[in-house]
RNA sequence: GGCGCGGUAGCUCAGGUGGUUAGAGCGUUGGAUUCAUAACCCAAAGGUCGGGGGUUCAACUCCCCCCCGCGCUACCA
């Protein structure tokens, strides 16, 4: 942190993308660590803002209706709606959870692309790209797809070819396609208004480079040093597509704003929007955790625009990029806005092993998970923490999620409070007793007591969340140590007055644990306070030798864990490989059909049934068997790339189809005279076409 | 290829600005205990800190080289 004195904070967590469901690592990535930073804000009474809300844009989104036969509209009412529900079931407390297709954000995006407009800080500048003239769009280069100028891939995306990695263009591909309409795609003209970032750099050194060098985390600091480093460049914030921001300039038809240009703006438009629901009182997407009503409608731009606000975006390390370099650029060329303090951003969680991913179905869905274990999302909440991608890559298991509520949130956590309070119902039942006498034991445990508060604040202030959460089940334990220590069941029968002492101090123990897991176990925090028939508290009350009074009447205390079986997780483990094959198996791998040809086109082609008389291994080749086929026509040499799925004895005697009147070409020195056809399945292996029932070589195919 | 971030006990991970016997949780082993969801509490075993050089009185911590993993490489959200 700067020195900075700042009086507020505004604090984003990433806008998820509304197409599709969210998993686990989001949520370890961004949301959960940003939670807790706000709710533990709240408690210390800092004037915070916590905002979030669905991005609805881009490119995807349109693509995602296509594949689900129904409109963007529909999509976006659909994801906004699941992943707003199990935001809340797992205890986001945003302030206001947005959506970027609201009218207020699409007026506040025009708002800034105007004003860098009208300032002349956006170039023009007209390219040609390629346009699918049949689906009438342009196309995006991840839309495009055609053979790999570098390897020969047949299938490498207009930005990345998959088999030998390297990095394309779509003009480098060779005989492009869209994958919307499978046809050739063509060169159109277009004009577009881009960001010349370079003229940034300055700024970017100094803001970033020099000014946050030591308070930046190391994996986003190095991230941004790479790029700004690597030389910036003019980005393009417009894009030809019909779904999205219009630009709102005269001469943009057909144009919107670049959705990674619109979504950071969603921050600022879900603040417009909280303080106009908070200030008109009809709530629609706002939630204020805080109490706003004294706010007035413009009070939203103190959190973006006083130089003592100090602003924090939580985001999983893909989004940098757009967060340390664009965004802030964007506010900055402005010249009204605030920039970020700060860019807390963590790695990736991985599952099981392997990369988390909600297309190849590697993942744990945020609903499925909460379908799965309703009840348990504290659970889900500390798991994650207590693992959380914060310097490097991480990694969830069930194995380890099993563990973690058994051996910690049940054994230690769980298991404490209720020690405790048995303990006090069986002896007082259920009154809170005086304190008495206090023992070195008890003066030992009340000044350890003290200090949990602060260290636990110290660790979320600096985003070391998972410290945090260590250091909060280290207080349970502290607790099961005094009790441990003083055996107050041994002592009930001789000295009451000091079992009371030690069950008053236990409770205290309990009490500050209410307040302190509030940030991190917000459901669990509020049953502990039920239990102990406390109100809300702030950090200040948590070490608080005092803070629960003599004579309260505890309630009934219901166990706040309960122990996970392992045959809950073997199914979960079952369920993950289940879905992963369905979706593999779903996802066959449908490659978009060829230009259209002419009936003439086809039947310029002589395909036949071949027998394979002889096959043999080519030297010094991987791929090639050298064949021998009888076509009916003759007997001819074919050389065949099939070897690394065939035996020259797997196809030996073989009936296949055989492309007879392919020019012949020389192939490893040898003259092949036609082709064998195959059947490349979608884990790429190759199976022969052969007739049903045996035919005479010869037989044309047709 | 270039750049960035990582590679620390069986597992998951901590280890500002180099300095006494390298840490935590889980797991393992042993002990103690019975208030508690056979949980808690105590103790022990367990690491040539990816490999190799170098700087230094001293390096997990700084520099160089190599190997491995992940990411970025700029119209994939």
């Known amino acids: 942190m700067s020195t900075k004195q700042y009086n507020r904070y505004t604090v984003t967590a990433a806008l998820p993308y509304a197409n599709g469901p969210k998993h686990i690592g989001h949520l370890a990535g961004a949301y959960i660590p940003a939670d807790v930073y706000v709710r533990y804000l709240r408690l210390t009474g800092k004037d915070v803002i916590f905002v979030c809300g669905s991005d609805e844009h881009g490119t995807a989104i349109p693509n995602q209706a296509l594949k689900e036969n ?40 025009q708002e800034i692309f105007l004003s860098l407009y009208n300032k002349g800080l956006l170039t023009e500048e007209v390219s040609e790209q390629y346009f699918d003239a049949e689906a009438k769009v342009f196309l995006a280069d991840r839309y495009i797809v055609g053979i790999c100028p570098k390897c020969g891939h047949t299938n490498a995306f207009g930005d990345q070819c998959e088999k030998c990695g390297s990095t394309l263009s ?13 046809k050739a795609p063509i060169l159109k003209e277009t004009k577009h208004w881009y960001l010349p970032l370079e003229k940034y750099e300055p700024w970017l050194r ?82 204020p955790r ?45 010249g009204e806005f605030i920039v970020p303090d700060n860019v807390p951003a963590n790695e990736f969680m991985n599952l099981e092993g392997d990369k988390m991913s909600t297309s190849r179905g ?11 274990f309703p009840d348990k999302p504290d659970v889900l909440r500390y798991a994650l923490l207590t693992n959380l991608p914060e310097a490097k890559d991480s990694e969830f298991t069930w194995k380890d999620f099993q563990a973690k509520n058994n051996n910690e949130l049940v054994a230690i956590l769980g298991n404490f409070v209720n020690r405790a309070v048995v303990l006090t119902q069986k002896y007082f039942e259920g009154v809170l007793p005086n304190r008495k006498a206090l023992s070195e034991v008890d003066v030992k445990v009340l000044a350890e007591l ?11 202030e600096a985003f070391r969340f998972r410290e945090a959460t260590a250091n909060l089940m280290d207080l349970a334990r502290v607790g099961n140590k005094y009790l441990a220590e003083t055996e107050p069941w041994k002592l009930a029968k001789s000295d009451m007055d000091r079992v009371g002492t030690i069950l008053n101090i236990a409770l205290q123990i309990a009490g500050t644990l209410a307040i302190v897991s509030e940030p991190f176990l917000p459901f669990t925090s509020r049953k502990l306070k039920e239990m102990l028939s406390v109100g809300e508290m702030n950090w200040n009350d948590a070490g608080n030798p005092d803070l629960l009074s003599a004579g309260t009447k505890l309630q009934e205390a219901p166990l706040l864990f309960e122990k996970i079986e392992d045959g809950v ?43 394979i008389l002889k096959a043999e291994r080519v030297e010094k080749s991987k791929k090639l068997l050298k064949l021998q086929v009888d076509t009916g026509i003759d007997v001819r040499t074919v050389m065949s790339g099939i070897a690394e799925h065939f035996t020259p004895e797997d196809v030996l ?20 005279q036609g082709m064998i056809l195959m059947a490349s399945d979608k884990d790429g292996s190759l199976k022969l076409l052969s007739p049903t029932n045996e035919v005479a070589p010869g037989a044309k195919v047709s």
């Not at 079931?89 to 954000?105: A, N, P, Q, V």
């Not at 704003?257 to 879900?270: K, N, R, T």
């Not at 929007?273 to 009809?282: D, I, M, N, P, Q």
């Not at 100090?310 to 802030?328: E, M, Q, S, T, Y």
């Open 290 to 334: 805080s109490n706003f009503s004294i706010a007035q409608k413009e009070d939203w731009k103190k959190y973006w625009q006083a130089e003592d606000t100090r602003l924090i975006h939580f985001i999983g390390k893909d989004n940098i990029v757009f967060h340390c370099i664009i965004f802030p650029v964007m506010l900055h060329a402005t």
């Open 653 to 672: 005697g073989k009936e296949v189809t055989i492309l007879v009147n392919l020019a012949s070409r020389k192939i490893m020195g040898v003259e092949s």
């Open 170 to 182: 779509p003009r480098e591909l060779i005989n492009p396609r869209s994958t919307l309409s499978g």
């Open 569 to 611: 997780i073997d199914q979960q483990i079952k369920k993950l490989m289940d879905t992963k094959r369905a979706v593999e198996l779903a996802q066959q791998p449908v490659e978009p059909a060829k230009a259209e040809i002419s009936f003439d086109d086809f039947s310029r082609m002589d395909i036949r049934i071949g027998k």
């Open 70 to 109: 129904t409109t963007p509209k529909a999509i976006i009412d659909k994801y906004d709606a699941l992943i707003r529900d199990c935001f809340d079931k797992l205890g986001m407390s945003f302030d206001i959870y947005h959506r970027t297709s609201e009218t207020i954000h699409h007026q506040t995006s």
């Open 450 to 460: 003290k200090q949990y508060p602060v260290l636990i604040g110290g660790s979320v």
């Open 206 to 287: 100094d803001w970033i480079l020099k000014s946050h060098q030591q308070d930046w985390k190391p994996n986003v600091y190095g991230q941004c040093k790479s790029w700004i480093e690597a030389g910036l460049q003019p980005r393009a914030m417009t894009r030809d597509l019909d779904w999205g921001i219009k630009v709102p300039l005269p001469d943009a038809e057909g144009k919107v704003l670049y959705v990674w240009f619109d979504a950071p703006i969603g921050y600022i438009s879900a603040t417009r929007a909280l303080f106009e629901e908070t200030t008109s009182g009809k709530l629609k997407y706002a939630t």
């Open 362 to 372: 590697w993942s744990i869905e945020m609903h499925e998970y909460l379908a799965d």
